[in-house]
């Protein structure tokens, strides 16, 4: 068997994507009711794309910001994965590049033979020369992409409200104004309002070109879930500072009936947070509120009487990271405190990251250069990309014995250096 491992040109774009479960209808996620999304039905659809939707599907992975690569075994295309080039936000604020992994497979047939860690490497590599010294992935597994370095960064939660249970602790009068837009204003809401949300969120995801597009449109998905509705709260002064896409979709089983899904929520501000959340929890004909891909410090529960009335249905890590270039990547983002410590990482696939470092930290930013002494803490590359947005704190995973610690304090320090303002979150992927 002769094993090839390059990127597709335009003209096999068509094989590459033949690989992919979801053009073959076969599911990759759960279906309802566990679903982790707020739809009804199994995504991907359970039947193959037809040669329309792959007409699309190729349009689309020709752009310049999707890298496919595949393992081409005697000639033909066994296996494949590709990059798209996004950013994300660090801590700090700066928006640095990801190379995001996606859109992976490799034909049963053909599988456990080594091509996606042949794939892998290829990808890793490439976006090293690119300069993107992150990774990033949402993983359908969990047992797949730890052996590559990633680990899970950011986490969501599904959650709903009985709209009965849904009482504020406190009355407030909204300065500003809700309005109910149709799909085309949306459209023109979404993307700015994202731009100023991931300037300041931690872990936030840049959007896919063409990531709104659909709302202008407004079909309806093929899965009974009904139309969109969109929610938009204004500042006194008539400039958007929140939104929400809600769909109220009718179902056949009484318990899905009057269940609002929020599948898009976001407020810059604790007016338009506080108005948005009041009118969807108490929407008239509904009785409860279900969202999904909610951050993990959502601040409704602490706003409400009970704050059992959030019940979470569901949490699940997100963001998978992999640190592709440790010094960089501890340059680049800035600190909650300042200390130094030498962290020793191993790393067998990018052997350029293992060793000692001296990390210099402090709010204003960081250096990273190699060290001599002996290390206060080691931990492998997998763990650093858990600590890196602050999602996870070193001091669990040093009980978890994932990090062991050579200094009395080293973790402590390490925690303290890391803690976020807020837990980090993606609400867009890719
Ligand atoms: C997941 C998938 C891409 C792996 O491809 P592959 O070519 O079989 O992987 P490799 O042969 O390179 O395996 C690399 C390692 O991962 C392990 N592995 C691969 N898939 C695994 C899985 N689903 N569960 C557990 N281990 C897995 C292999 O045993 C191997 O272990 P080793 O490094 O200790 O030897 C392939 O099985 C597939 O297409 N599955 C269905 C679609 C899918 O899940 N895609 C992922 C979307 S996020």
Not at 348 to 370: F, I, K, Q, V, Y
Not at 373 to 388: C, F, H, M, R, W
């Amino acid at each position: 068997m002769a094993i090839e491992i390059r990127p597709v040109t335009p003209a096999e774009t068509r094989e590459y994507l033949r690989v992919l479960p979801y053009v073959n209808g076969l599911p990759q996620e759960e279906p309802e009711p566990s679903a982790w999304y707020a739809g009804h039905a199994a995504w991907p659809p359970q039947v193959p794309a037809t040669e329309e939707m792959l007409d699309q599907y190729v349009e689309e992975a020709q752009s310049d910001w999707f890298r496919p690569q595949a393992a081409f075994v005697d000639g033909k295309i066994a296996g494949g994965s590709a990059i798209v080039s996004v950013q994300v936000t660090l801590p700090g604020g700066r928006q640095v590049p990801l190379g995001g992994v996606t859109s992976t497979a490799v034909l049963p047939t053909y599988r456990r033979r080594g091509l996606l860690r042949k794939i892998m490497t290829a990808m890793l590599d490439d976006c090293r020369q690119r300069g993107e010294f992150l990774a990033g992935l949402s993983a359908s597994e969990g047992t797949i992409y730890g052996r590559y370095g990633f680990a899970p960064a950011t986490f969501q939660h599904r959650w709903e409200v009985r709209r009965t249970d849904a009482d504020f602790r406190a009355a407030f009068a909204d300065p500003g104004s809700l309005e109910l837009v149709d799909g085309s204003v949306a459209a023109g809401v979404w993307p700015v309002l994202h731009e100023q949300v991931r300037a300041v969120r931690v872990g936030e995801i840049s959007p896919l070109p063409g990531k709104w597009d659909g709302l202008a449109t407004g079909g309806l998905p093929p899965d009974g879930s009904g139309p969109a509705h969109h929610l938009v709260h204004r500042d006194p002064s008539g400039d958007v500072d929140g939104a929400a896409l809600f769909r109220l979709p009718w179902s056949p089983d009484p318990e899905q009936v009057g269940v609002l899904q929020v599948e898009a929520f976001e407020a810059l501000t604790l007016d338009a947070y506080r108005a948005l959340w009041g009118l969807l929890l108490d929407f008239d004909l509904t009785k409860r509120v279900v969202a999904a891909r909610r951050p993990v410090d959502e601040p409704l529960r602490w706003m409400l009487t009970n704050p059992r009335a959030l019940k979470l249905t569901r949490t699940r890590d997100n963001l998978w990271l992999r640190i592709l270039d440790v010094r960089e990547a501890l340059e680049a983002r800035t600190y909650a405190a300042s200390g130094s410590l030498i962290l020793d990482v191993s790393d067998d696939l990018c052997g350029w990251n293992a060793g000692r470092w001296r990390l210099d930290a402090s709010p204003e930013g960081a250096t990273c250069s190699p060290a001599e002494e002996s290390a206060d803490i080691s931990l492998s590359v997998n763990e650093l990309g858990s600590l890196y947005l602050g999602g996870v704190r070193a001091s669990e995973l040093a009980h978890a014995g994932r990090i062991g610690e050579h200094r009395t304090g080293g973790v402590a320090l390490l925690d303290a250096l890391l803690r976020p303002d807020r837990a980090p979150h993606n609400a867009v992927g890719f």
